[in-house]
């Protein structure tokens, strides 16, 4: 069965850093391109960040661009969320999600159930 499972949220306060990890399970996530995906109470999901397959091409939302860094070990099927500088509005569950293909793009494949990220005083 194919799984991902994200981990390393929690309660920082603003200007503070997390690091949020997603693990594959049941596939090999070297084959997939990865995107991380967030959903703030009462708002949509929007795409965050996005990881090619080899790691070669990266994308940000503007909204976390310079703040945060994705990155991934394919040997360990694990993908990674460095968040830096953290803002009060960065609050929101956090998903990843697998595409079956090397590049970033709309559809995905496999989702996690989420780990929420919260940032307070």
């Known amino acids: 069965q194919l799984q991902l499972v994200e981990s390393g949220g929690g309660l920082v306060q603003p200007g503070g850093s997390l690091r949020l990890s997603c693990a594959a399970s049941g596939f090999t996530l070297g084959y997939y391109a990865i995107g991380w995906f967030r959903q703030a109470p009462g708002k949509e999901r929007e795409g965050v960040s996005c990881i090619s397959s080899g790691g070669s091409s990266t994308n940000y939302a503007d909204s976390v661009k310079g703040r945060f860094a994705i990155s991934r070990d394919n040997a360990k099927n694990m993908v990674y969320l460095q968040m830096n500088s953290l803002k009060p509005e960065d609050t929101a569950v956090y998903f990843c999600?697998?595409?079956?293909?090397?590049?970033?793009?709309?559809?995905?494949?496999?989702w996690g159930k989420g780990t929420l990220v919260t940032v307070s005083s």
């Open positions: 999600a697998a595409r079956s293909i090397s590049r970033c793009g709309s559809t995905w494949d496999v």
